[in-house]
């Protein structure tokens, strides 16, 4: 297969709420999550708008179907993920949608799929920093991941390090963000999902062609 040199950058999705005008968003600090803990997804989206103002050339992928909220009126994670980086300056012709994954290890499903359609040879994904150790355990030990990524280099991404090098205000901010605690408490979370796969006793979703 012919290699692709095209950058990449997988974004991952997580929760949703409404805003004060009843239009679906992307989470902030102290607005939420998910069924779990806090979140603060909304950063991810800076991140990437970040990332694309410093090379234009980059493909932007928001990852997320309903996930969690299948069943409801709610839309695509990935669409709002995708309306909010437009309404930042990106072209919707940077932006390529995965509107059917759900959790993190379909998304990494999706992530290894898309980048073996498009021949590419690494591929960044970009989440919080609180999430990338066990997006890293899930990429070692999920069902099939390993095999799917082979001969792929997955470069993970805080979206708190490239914020941080935005402003003195955005390293306040995250300052901030790292004693919150709705954050403290998804980095507990976190840690305890990182030793469970470790352990081997992770629920693992049901595993899809990759």
Not at 166 to 182: H, L, N
């Amino acid at each position: 297969m012919q290699t692709n040199t095209q950058k990449v950058v997988v974004v991952l999705g997580g929760g949703l709420r409404k805003d004060d005008t009843g239009r679906w968003c992307t989470v902030g600090l102290a607005q939420g999550g998910d069924n779990f803990a806090a979140s603060n997804d909304r950063w991810r989206i800076d991140a990437a708008h970040t990332l694309w103002k410093s090379d234009p050339s980059t493909t932007l992928v928001p990852s997320a179907g309903q996930g969690q909220y299948k069943g409801t009126d709610t839309p695509a994670v990935a669409e709002v993920m995708a309306s909010e980086l437009v309404e930042l300056g990106v072209p919707e012709s940077a932006i390529t949608k995965d509107i059917e994954s759900g959790n993190t290890v379909e998304q990494l499903r999706m992530t290894a799929k898309l980048a073996r359609e498009m021949g590419l040879r690494q591929v960044a994904v970009l989440s919080n920093e609180w999430h990338l150790a066990r997006i890293q355990a899930m990429l070692d030990h999920a069902p099939g991941l390993v095999q799917a990524f082979t001969g792929i280099l997955v470069n993970l991404v805080a979206a708190e390090s490239i914020l941080w090098a935005e402003s003195k205000e955005w390293q306040e901010r995250i300052k901030a963000a790292r004693v919150d605690s709705g954050i403290m408490k998804r980095v507990e979370l976190e840690a305890n999902g990182v030793r469970q796969i470790q352990e081997g006793t992770y629920r693992w979703p049901p595993s899809s062609s990759v």
